[in-house]
């Protein structure tokens, strides 16, 4: 039988979440929104908590940095491991403020590439580093095996030599993992990701961006000119294998996709629990034994929501839950995004038509959960990707063949 409870040894975990995002992101989360690109000074704090919690191994995967598959551990049995305690943790984080687990120190995307990529050396190496992830170009978004950011092998370095934008925690981090490619003519399977220490010279943070939401993380452009990182900073093999395409570095988003869910589930349950105390306060009855076409509008809105949110929360368990158990969980990860992405902008959207005009007022947060929910339906692939990838991997077509 499928026991959907949380597993009981995350409980401890996934309160301590709850108990930071209620008691420490909430106060300052305002503060935050209206002063865009100051930096989050009491983040600091919670970040030494946070390792200090994972080196006395009372914390297993408090955020993007807790996502591995770990080799040598498959002795069969089923796992609720680091992936669901990180789901778990971060859906619980992001129920009191996105933009702030994403300035979160050493909790970074890029953690999770190297996390997904890195071998054992370069795990102890980047231990501890906070590493952003830069993909987006100029003149690449979705299209990620068109970058044109190069890396250039010079003796036992690599030359880097391009323009990164959009990259999320791209000025607070202290590396970013770049994705570049060791050459045009070779297609994406010459794409490679590199990890690329804030003081290397050739590499500099050109300008912030402004936002609609997310205002507590920053957001830059980033330009490399003749930017030269040791060979062994190459995050997984140098062989360019044409036969393997562009699955290692694509490996990456299988791990960080349930992880944007998660940031989806998490705010619109923030939204879904305000909006059902205020309807409470305003009369309004949610009834769970009748019908919602019985009940009052609202209160169906809200039921027809909650059903949609668990939806994905489920979908959110399973991608996570099948990286613990080393599944493949390509499509599972796509889906797990596609619906927390799409309905966490709409949840969060209905939540402030359904209260009005203190919806729409910086007196309440669900304003601001509404814009901070757009992202998690773009970064890390759109909707529109996410259901072009779950199409090709259910019919079986290649992205040459569903484009
Ligand atoms: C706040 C913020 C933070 C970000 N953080 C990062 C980061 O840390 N690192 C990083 O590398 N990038 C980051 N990004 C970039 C983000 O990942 C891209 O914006 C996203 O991948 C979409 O790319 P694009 O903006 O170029 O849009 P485009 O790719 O130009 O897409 C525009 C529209 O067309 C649709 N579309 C595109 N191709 C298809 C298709 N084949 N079929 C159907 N529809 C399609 C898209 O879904 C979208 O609706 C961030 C962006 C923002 C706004």
Not at 2 to 16: A, E, H, S, V
Not at 125 to 130: C, S, T
Not at 137 to 147: F, V
Not at 246 to 267: E, Q, Y
Request: negative net charge.
């Amino acid at each position: 039988m499928i026991n959907l409870d949380d597993p009981k040894k995350f409980r401890t975990l996934t309160g301590q979440a709850h108990q930071v995002a209620m008691n420490m992101l909430r106060p300052i989360s305002r503060k935050y929104d209206l002063a865009e690109h100051e930096y989050p000074k009491e983040l600091d704090m919670l970040a030494a908590m946070i390792d200090g919690l994972s080196e006395s191994g009372a914390s297993e995967g408090a955020g993007a940095a807790g996502v591995r598959r770990s080799e040598g551990d498959d002795d069969g049995a089923v796992k609720n491991g680091t992936n669901l305690a990180s789901v778990m943790s971060i859906a619980e984080m992001c129920w009191g403020d996105v933009g702030l687990l994403l300035s979160m120190p050493r909790q970074g995307l890029g953690n999770s590439a190297i996390a997904s990529v890195a071998n054992e050396e370069q795990h102890e190496r980047f231990d501890g580093l906070w590493a952003s992830m830069a993909i987006t170009e100029p003149n690449t978004g979705s299209d990620s095996a068109s970058i044109s950011t190069t890396a250039r092998l010079d003796g036992d370095h690599y030359v880097i030599n391009g323009e990164k934008i959009f990259v999320t925690a791209g000025d607070r981090s202290d590396a970013v993992v770049v994705w570049a490619t060791l050459d045009k003519e070779l297609g994406r399977a010459a794409i490679k990701s590199f990890v690329v220490p804030k003081d290397t010279p050739g590499m500099t943070v050109e300008r912030l961006d402004h936002k609609l939401g997310i205002r507590s993380s920053d957001t830059a452009t980033i330009r490399f000119e003749d930017c030269r990182v040791p060979a062994e900073n190459l995050l997984g093999s140098p062989e360019v294998d044409v036969k393997q395409g562009f699955a290692g570095a694509m490996a990456t988003f299988d791990n960080t996709r349930p992880l944007v869910a998660a940031m989806a589930v998490g705010c619109a349950k923030a939204s879904l629990d305000l909006t059902r105390e205020l309807l409470e306060e305003a009369g309004v009855e949610i009834d769970y034994d009748r019908p919602a076409v019985a009940q009052s509008a609202a209160a169906a809105k809200f039921l027809q929501m909650e059903a949609d949110w668990e939806a994905a929360h489920l979908l959110m368990l399973q991608a996570a839950w099948m990286a613990d158990n080393r599944k493949p969980n390509s499509l599972e990860a796509s889906m797990a995004k596609a619906k927390a992405g799409r309905v966490g902008s709409d949840i969060t959207l209905s939540c402030v038509e359904l209260a009005g005009s203190v919806g729409y007022s910086e007196t309440e947060l669900l304003e601001k959960w509404a814009r901070d929910s757009k992202i998690l339906d773009i970064f890390e692939g759109t909707q529109q990707i996410q259901q072009l990838i779950v199409a090709r991997r259910i019919l079986g077509l290649s992205s040459a063949e569903l484009k």
